[in-house]
């Protein structure tokens, strides 16, 4: 019998890391390195409906208010050396930032992880941000000894960030899972997108940036994974069939797995031809 497996997303699903970590640690390093830019929560969020860190920076150049400000360089080539240093700098701000305690595991993550491969199932992490900057997270969530034995597929390991499907193919074929079997967790429209195109099912988990954004394919979305004793979750769409109490347990999550196959539904509002 195979075992079923767990993919998670890092942003938003692991920790609310936009809004406490990476908005904070570009603002940071923005200024360290004198870049005349500052995104405040409501930019930040226009900023995440493009994948990828590197690309969120990049689009800066494409404002004619920025370039009048900032000498941006004329070739390709050297706007992405710049974008690389820029990255790596903001990444140094971000690892602080979860070291120093700033950026907390969402409600479940750390009982669902940690109980998911007690009981043999696959768990990895799917992601576009840094992998030293996944890393951090997970660690901080699962500590050490069990972050070291999940599987990473991060940064720049395939050549289109989600929405596009590259991350969750490779992580399924890397792995050797049978789709049918896989229940990726994600929290925004673009990782749902992802997932689905990857042919498999999604169950969403809302974040602060995320929770208006059209889901019609996943399968549950709620409001977090929640914990005996925390408060309850919101259910904001079954369409598993799953009875959910006022937290996830493996159980609901198995009979996600197992239930309506909403990955073989076609484009709705929201997706580009």
Not at 37 to 48: F, M, N, R, S, V
Not at 100 to 109: E, K, M, N, Q, Y
Not at 202 to 219: G, K
Request: charged letters at 25%.
């Amino acid at each position: 019998m195979v075992s079923p497996a767990l993919i998670f997303d890092c942003d938003g699903v692991l920790a609310d890391t936009e809004r406490d970590g990476h908005r904070p640690a570009f603002n940071a390093m923005f200024d360290e390195l004198g870049v005349p830019a500052h995104w405040d929560e409501q930019e930040y969020g226009e900023k995440l409906r493009i994948g990828g860190g590197k690309e969120r920076m990049a689009s800066l150049f494409e404002d004619p208010q920025f370039a009048r400000r900032f000498a941006v360089p004329p070739s390709k080539d050297a706007q992405a050396e710049l974008l690389s240093t820029w990255h790596q700098a903001k990444g140094v701000h971000f690892r602080r930032l979860v070291s120093d305690g700033a950026v907390r595991p969402r409600p479940g993550i750390t009982r669902i992880i940690t109980a998911a491969v007690q009981a043999g199932w696959t768990v990895a992490v799917a992601s576009t941000s840094a992998r030293p900057s996944v890393y951090a997270v997970l660690e901080a969530a699962v500590g050490h000894d069990l972050a070291d034995a999940i599987p990473i597929f991060a940064g720049d390991v395939v050549s289109a960030k989600k929405p596009d499907p590259q991350i969750y193919l490779l992580a399924v074929s890397e792995l050797g899972l049978e789709r049918d079997q896989v229940l990726v967790i994600e929290d925004s429209r673009n990782g749902l997108r992802a997932a689905v195109g990857a042919g498999l099912r999604c169950l969403i988990t809302t974040s602060s940036y995320t929770r208006e954004e059209d889901f019609s394919e996943a399968c549950l979305v709620i409001s977090s994974l929640g914990d005996p004793g925390g408060p309850p979750l919101d259910v904001l769409a079954d369409r598993a069939g799953v009875p959910i109490g006022d937290f996830v347990s493996l159980e609901d999550l198995r009979a996600c797995i197992s239930g309506v196959n909403t990955a073989s539904t076609g484009p709705t509002k929201g997706d580009s031809a």
